[in-house]
């Protein structure tokens, strides 16, 4: 099974700046995904993470706003712009090692922006 | 959009006692999830049920699927403290390696 680890694990953040979150796999994983989990809600995708490529983003997230890279097979960034009181949330990392087996989560970042 | 719903939205039990939570989702699946997240952390997988399979156990955990209903159940017998948690239902539509949507959770309290 693969192991998660994100970091910053949490943070407080001024409105209008903007803050990368690093997700780093210990082996090679087929996919990557980025998740938002609101205070108290379930979690949204944001985005597929492709290896060398654009990820590909879900309705009502967007490049500009959550610009995502991930270089090779263990290593995703997601970047949080501009950011306002509404993007206080925890960020996920998550990855799945091929095929349609379970998806494996890092601890998530506790993002606050006052 | 989120797939699944599962209720209670919130479960209390008495230590001991068993704890049932359900899962409805709208289209076809591939096969279906669920989670654990404690409180502040990550989600741990609990069990993987595909489409053509009934009922999956694992330890003290049960599942059905019901795919003419589009539902799934999960069932933790005799309930410990450490068992508090959220509890979430995940789809997965296809072979593809795809994310899953995850359902909107249920908070189940188990007090001794």
């Known amino acids: 099974s693969a192991v998660i680890s994100q970091k910053p694990s949490r943070d407080i953040c001024q409105r209008g700046t903007s803050l990368t979150i690093q997700c780093q796999v210990d082996?090679?994983?087929?996919?990557m995904f980025w998740y938002r989990q609101q205070p108290g809600q379930s979690l949204t995708l944001i985005a597929t993470?492709?290896?060398?490529?654009?990820?590909?983003?879900e309705s009502g997230f967007v490049i500009d706003k959550f610009p995502i890279s991930r270089p090779n097979l263990t290593f995703s960034t997601l970047t949080v712009s501009n950011m306002s009181p509404e993007d206080s949330s925890i960020y996920l990392c998550?990855?799945?090692?091929?095929?349609?087996?379970?998806?494996?989560f890092g601890e998530g970042s506790r993002l606050t922006v006052l | 959009s989120q797939q699944g719903e599962e209720d209670p939205q919130a479960l209390s039990i008495q230590e001991g006692e068993n704890a049932t939570m359900n899962c409805s989702y709208k289209?076809?699946?591939?096969?279906l999830q669920w989670y654990r997240q404690n409180s502040g952390r990550g989600l741990v997988h609990l069990i993987l049920?595909?489409?053509?399979?009934r009922e999956k156990h694992s330890g003290r955990l049960r599942v059905t699927l019901d795919t003419s209903k589009k539902s799934s159940s999960l069932l933790i017998t005799a309930s410990r403290a450490a068992d508090t948690a959220s509890y979430f239902c995940?789809?997965?539509?296809?072979?593809?390696?795809?994310?899953?949507?995850f359902g909107k959770g249920t908070t189940l309290s188990v007090s001794s």
């Open positions: 998550s990855a799945r090692e091929g095929g349609d087996g379970e998806l494996f």
């Open positions: 082996s090679q994983v087929t996919m």
């Open positions: 993470a492709n290896q060398g490529s654009e990820a590909t983003y």
């Open positions: 289209t076809s699946i591939n096969n």
């Open positions: 049920i595909r489409s053509n399979e």
């Open positions: 995940a789809t997965d539509f296809n072979q593809a390696g795809t994310a899953l949507i």
